[in-house]
């Protein structure tokens, strides 16, 4: 018992002699800065900006191009302006979280050529909410992308273009009050559309009736399927 006690205190000293730990420089306004530590083969790295540093507008994170196997990338709670450039820098990302952090656009998905999974929630300036909502972003780099989910509340289908292999969308609907054309056209390009917010008598289903089985279950994940 002693010697197997032994073995695994030497496994365990061994593991955190050679696990190389690397450093995030997080940069904020005002020259503020600091850092967070991350061992150089995470492949799941979350940041979540810590007590008043939330005060500060992000300017930049550096130091992500040292995670070569990482793939998951999450932040919370970042007031930003930015174009989200930093995220380039992670060469194998494949599911993005942003939650409730600012954008003053949706442009910066256009890069990230690996992604499978996006989840935002983002903070949008009220000067912003009407040319996120209407100018088009292209999708056509995002071969790989599975599901987009959008909890903001917007008031039509959000404006992506070309996206490749019908992906799942999840949206808050609340405030979707009428639908144009430029909805429908957004909208085909998915398989599956299913609502966030517990409304089974979505929009959609006047324009798509005849796609919705008639024993879908009224519950917030509601889904309608197009054709």
Not at 106 to 116: G, H, K, P, V
Not at 176 to 202: E, R
Request: aromatic share 14%; hydrophobic share 35%.
């Amino acid at each position: 018992m002693k010697k197997n006690y032994l073995l695994l205190l030497f496994f365990f000293i061994s593991f955190e002699i050679f696990a190389e730990n690397v450093e995030l420089k997080i940069i904020l306004q005002d020259g503020i800065e600091y850092t967070e530590s991350f061992d150089k083969d995470s492949k799941s790295i979350t940041l979540v900006s810590k007590g008043n540093f939330r005060l500060k507008e992000l300017t930049d994170i550096q130091g992500l191009e040292q995670f070569e196997n990482l793939t998951n990338f999450c932040m919370y709670f970042f007031q930003y302006k930015g174009n989200y450039s930093f995220l380039k820098k992670i060469k194998n990302l494949k599911d993005l979280g942003l939650i409730r952090c600012g954008a003053e656009t949706l442009n910066f998905l256009e890069d990230l050529t690996l992604l499978e999974n996006c989840e935002l929630e983002l903070d949008f300036a009220k000067e912003n909410q009407k040319s996120i909502e209407t100018i088009d972003v292209n999708l056509e780099k995002l071969k790989y992308i599975k599901k987009i989910t959008i909890n903001n509340r917007m008031s039509h289908i959000p404006p992506f273009v070309k996206v490749k292999n019908k992906p799942e969308l999840l949206l808050d609907t609340t405030n979707i009050k009428n639908l144009n054309k430029k909805d429908f056209k957004y909208a085909k390009q998915y398989s599956v559309i299913k609502s966030l917010n517990p409304n089974p008598q979505w929009y959609f289903e006047k324009y798509y009736k005849s796609c919705i089985p008639n024993n879908t279950p009224t519950k917030p994940s509601y889904m309608i399927r197009l054709k």
